[in-house]
Structure formats: C-alpha cells, structure tokens
C-alpha cells in the first residue's frame, strides 16, 4: 500500500487546519474515506470536490496511486 501527500486546498485546508497529509492507500476512494473517517466535519467539501493525481483532474476514483504521486484534493471556488 502506497504512502501519498495528499495537498489540500481552500475550503478543506481550513476545515482540516492541514495544508498535507500523509496517507496510505491503494486508490483514490480509499484516500478520500480515510479523510472523511478522520475529519467528518470536512465530508461534504470532500464529496464535491475534485481530485487530481499528478495535475491531472480525474473522475474515476477507483484509479490506483503510486508513493510518488502528487494527490490534491479541490474543492469547488464559490465567488460572490
């Protein structure tokens, strides 16, 4: 099982007060429900947000990740 920084941005930064963290996990979804199991607060910013692997978005969360990929995690921007 891979080891990945997991980047966090905006709205998921300030409610987990993390700019990483470090995780351990096969794919994405695995990713995510370790975050959310760990910080349910930040479940609904997680659940829309986007995730990209190596600066590219991707859609299908079942994607297998490597230790040395870059894993960031985006939530939507809101303007007003």
């Known amino acids: 099982m891979p080891v990945v920084r997991v980047l966090l941005f905006a ?20 990713i995510l429900e370790k975050i ?3 910080y349910p607060a930040a479940e609904n910013v997680i659940r829309s947000s986007s995730v990209s692997v190596n600066k590219e978005i991707i859609n299908d969360h079942s994607v297998l990740i490597n230790q040395r990929d870059e894993i960031a995690i985006i939530p939507p921007i809101s303007s007003g």
């Open 11 to 30: 709205g998921v930064r300030e409610i987990i007060k993390e700019k990483q963290l470090i995780i351990n996990a096969d794919n994405i979804s695995e």
């Open 36 to 38: 959310v199991f760990s």
